[in-house]
């Protein structure tokens, strides 16, 4: 099979998917372009920093 | 019943308030208030708009002026889908054998237009024996799920319940 075109490692897939993610929920969340842009940034910061505290929860799992 | 009465936001004192009198009406003949729409009166104006928004990621938004999020969506869904497809995710076929198959179908499927280019972009089919290629195969559901936010906003606007 040919390689994947596109190299990412994990925490890579996680920004770029908290990325999309977050324009959604600004615009689906918020009314004014100032309010979107906080709540896109705050979403994108919480699926980051929730996705490491879950990973450090799991990490005794995996040894 | 009214057609003020008709209008959650407006009460029925507000509504007294905003009809004009008789007499006024005979003396100096105001121009009737604007009266909102009823939402009988929309038709399948709303369903339309959401068969629209399935099919084209953001144009159900952009039919309704609402610039912004009809950008913000088409960009969400096309970035999710574009980046799941270059990581060789998995596109779920229409046919499949198991429950999971079908649910996975119908996510896909959500994104509309960007579903029938797997076969231009993934041309070289699904690559999930490699982490990357699993990611790619939730991108791509994920993109789904957020046209069908995008879908029930845009309904809603349609709709007149939302603004």
């Known amino acids: 099979m040919l390689p994947s075109p596109l190299h990412v490692n994990h925490f890579g897939a ?6 999309f993610v977050s324009i959604a929920i600004g615009f689906l969340a918020r009314g004014t372009n100032r309010g979107r842009l906080r709540y896109a940034l705050w979403s994108l ?3 980051v920093i929730v996705s490491i505290c879950i990973a450090w929860l799991m990490y005794p799992l995996s040894r | 019943m009214d057609d003020f009465n008709d209008n959650p936001i407006i009460s029925t004192e507000a509504a007294e308030e905003l009809q004009p ?12 208030p604007r009266q909102p729409p009823k939402r009988a009166d929309l038709g399948l104006f709303a369903p339309a708009i959401a068969i629209i928004a399935w099919l084209v990621p953001g144009l159900g938004h952009l039919l309704l002026r609402r610039w912004g999020r009809a950008l ?31 649910l996975g179908f119908i996510a896909d499927a959500c994104s509309g237009v960007f579903y029938l280019l797997a076969r231009v972009v993934e041309a070289s089919g699904p690559n999930v024996s490699r982490a990357v290629g699993d990611y790619g195969t939730r991108f791509i559901a994920a993109a789904g799920i957020v ?6 906003d845009a309904y809603e606007i349609a709709a007149r319940r939302r603004r």
Do not use: K, W
């Not at chain 2, 060789?88 to 229409?94: L, Q, T």
């Not at chain 2, 046209?147 to 029930?152: D, E, G, K, T, Y």
């Open chain 2, 21 to 32: 009198s008789a007499a006024v009406a005979e003396s100096s003949a105001p121009a009737a």
């Open chain 1, 45 to 47: 910061a919480m699926f």
């Open chain 2, 72 to 102: 913000a969506f088409f960009v969400a869904v096309g970035g999710l889908v574009m980046t799941g497809y270059l990581m060789r995710g998995n596109v779920f076929p229409p046919h499949s054998q198991d429950p999971f198959g079908t």
């Open chain 2, 147 to 152: 046209n069908v936010l995008a879908i029930c």
């Open chain 1, 14 to 19: 996680l920004l770029i998917f908290a990325f």
